[in-house]
């Protein structure tokens, strides 16, 4: 069975940090490109961050550049976003997916073949 795994969530006072993980199983992930989105009440689902299968192109939206960091380590099959600076505005259901790589080697935020169930970041004091 093809899954991805959230997990690392949680509740965080505003300037703290978090470290989420997207676990694979049934699948290599290394063949994958990966995106981070996130939906925040009575809001679209967001792209915030993705990666590409090598793990040589990135790109965040430019509400958290500077704050999160996207990493993939293939050994392990998981791909990591960690936050720092959170902001209350950061909370949300925060999903990983995966996609085929692009034609260019690009990361983008659609196409995604597998989605995650989901892990909730509350950014609260």
């Known amino acids: 069975q093809l899954q991805l795994v959230e997990s690392g969530g949680g509740l965080v006072q505003p300037g703290g940090s978090l470290r989420l993980s997207c676990a694979a199983s049934?699948?290599?992930?290394?063949?994958?490109?990966i995106g981070w989105f996130r939906q925040a009440p009575g809001k679209e689902r967001e792209g915030v961050s993705c990666?590409?299968?090598?793990?040589?192109?990135?790109n965040y939206v430019d509400s958290v550049k500077g704050r999160f960091t996207i990493s993939r380590d293939d050994a392990k099959n998981t791909v990591y976003l960690q936050m720092n600076s959170l902001k209350p505005e950061d909370t949300g259901i925060y999903y990983c997916?995966?996609?085929?790589?692009?034609?260019?080697?690009?990361?983008?935020?659609?196409?995604?073949?597998?989605w995650g169930l989901g892990t909730l970041v509350t950014v609260s004091s």
């Open positions: 997916a995966a996609r085929t790589p692009t034609r260019f080697g690009y990361c983008v935020y659609y196409g995604m073949d597998y």
């Open positions: 049934g699948f290599t992930l290394s063949n994958y490109a």
């Open positions: 990666i590409n299968t090598r793990g040589t192109n990135t």
